[in-house]
């Protein structure tokens, strides 16, 4: 059995068209999306369409729920505000009924029971908070908080857009992948702590926005193997597709998304451009020079731009600009 794992696609339908291509070489035996079809490239209405026509296994992700909930009293607190949700407001326009429609019926988390394999449990996040996510090089103590009464052996995540494959125990065993310095986050957990279990952590990474700095579509197969062979059940192979990157930059001018979105729209450009978190970047550069990132993100925007010429490192290496450059 093998089965094709795809997430964080972000509307991004040039990279999504090259992991369809590589998945029409590779022939799995089913395909998986964990999260995250839409936004903030401009491509949406595609990417739902298509994927809406298959038999797929489908979840939503953290970027579905703020199409979903705009505008009702489960919306983030703030997201009227049209210079800094200003991406949201035009996705809300540019998504059909028929697509929301799609998006609201999907669950949030599958468990995956395919015949003669191991189960396996995949959420955006973890279950029940899709914006939990997983480092290669975290702690594996701080991941352990997250999954430990996890029943599945083997979870497949997202969200962080960089592929991961750890191994992890609570049974007194190491986990070989961990260091000492690895990414910090918030992982609280009141849950009753268990006294034994292991777990294999996937994230494929993502198909249209992977922060790695590695531009290329990321996703991953699993095949279905002997415990013996890996814990879990299921041995992952990562996979990375070139693709144009092009097309996708030209749309966020031509769909009208750059002006409609103000920063978060550029920021998410460079993404695109650069494959660095730039969002994070940004958000922790205003915390520690004392700017409000979302109260004026116009003037925060502004002063992160002049601080740090960030600008100037995206256009260096922004595919658009060198073309100009060199005709």
């Known amino acids: 059995m093998r089965l094709a794992v795809l997430a964080d696609i972000h509307g991004n339908l040039p990279a999504f068209q090259a992991v369809l291509a ?119 103590d701080k991941i352990l908080l997250e999954i430990r009464d996890i029943p599945e052996h083997t979870i497949i995540s997202a969200h962080t857009h960089v592929q991961v494959d750890r191994q992890l125990s609570l049974n007194g065993g190491d986990d070989p992948q961990a260091a ?10 009141a849950r009753p702590r268990q006294d034994s279990g292991y777990w294999h952590l996937i994230n494929p990474g993502s198909v249209g926005l992977p922060l790695s700095q590695d531009s290329r579509a990321a996703f991953a197969v699993l095949e279905s193997v002997p415990e013996s062979v890996a814990p879990g059940g299921w041995q992952v192979t990562h996979h990375r597709v070139e693709y144009d990157r092009r097309p996708a930059l030209e749309a966020f001018q031509t769909s009208g998304l750059l002006d409609a979105g103000g920063p978060i729209a550029t920021i998410f450009y460079w993404e695109l451009v650069t494959a660095e978190p730039e969002i994070v970047d940004y958000y922790h550069w205003c915390q520690s020079n004392g700017y409000d990132a979302d109260g004026d993100m116009q003037g925060a925007f502004e002063a992160y731009v002049a601080a740090t010429g960030r600008d100037a490192y995206v256009r260096q290496r922004d595919p658009l600009h060198n073309r100009r450059l060199t005709r």
């Open 180 to 189: 000492p310095h690895g990414e910090d986050g918030h992982y609280l957990s």
């Open 22 to 140: 590589a998945l029409e070489r590779i022939q799995p035996d089913f395909v998986v999306v964990n999260g995250d079809l839409i936004n903030p490239i401009p491509f949406n209405g595609e990417i739902v369409d298509y994927i809406r026509n298959t038999d797929w296994g489908v979840v939503r992700g953290n970027h579905e729920f703020y199409l979903l909930d705009f505008g009702t009293e489960r919306a983030i607190p703030g997201s009227e505000d049209p210079v800094r949700w200003g991406s949201l407001h035009w996705l809300v326009r540019n998504v059909t009924t028929a697509q929301a429609q799609f998006l609201a019926a999907l669950p949030d988390e599958r468990t995956l029971y395919f015949p003669g394999t191991q189960p396996i449990r995949m959420a955006h996040g973890v279950p029940g908070r899709n914006r939990v996510g997983f480092y290669q090089q975290q702690p594996a």
